[in-house]
């Protein structure tokens, strides 16, 4: 007892058109263009941890870099709100 297929089988150019139309609409740097400035700063504060680890002396001189470019972005009204 055979089932016909659900699925509608599509001609390569027409899977190709599908590919193209779904491709187009993706964007994977859609995050980071939403959230420019959290993503800069969480890498950034990510920067510091990755250097703490590899080099206790270069990561405390970017400590107060790190302070200061924060308390620049809460008086700009930049950095994340507290909820």
């Keep these: 007892m055979d089932v016909a297929p659900k699925e509608k089988n599509y001609s390569v150019g027409e899977a190709k058109e599908r590919l193209r139309s779904a491709s187009a609409r993706f964007d994977p740097l859609a995050f980071l263009k939403r959230r420019p400035l959290r993503t800069v700063g969480t890498a950034f504060l990510a920067g510091l941890a990755w250097g703490s680890l590899r080099c206790r002396a270069a990561a ?3 400590l107060p870099l ?18």
Excluded: K, S, V
């Design 66 to 83: 790190g302070l200061q470019a924060w308390a620049l972005a809460e008086r700009l009204g930049l950095a994340p709100r507290r909820r």
């Design 60 to 62: 405390a001189g970017l």
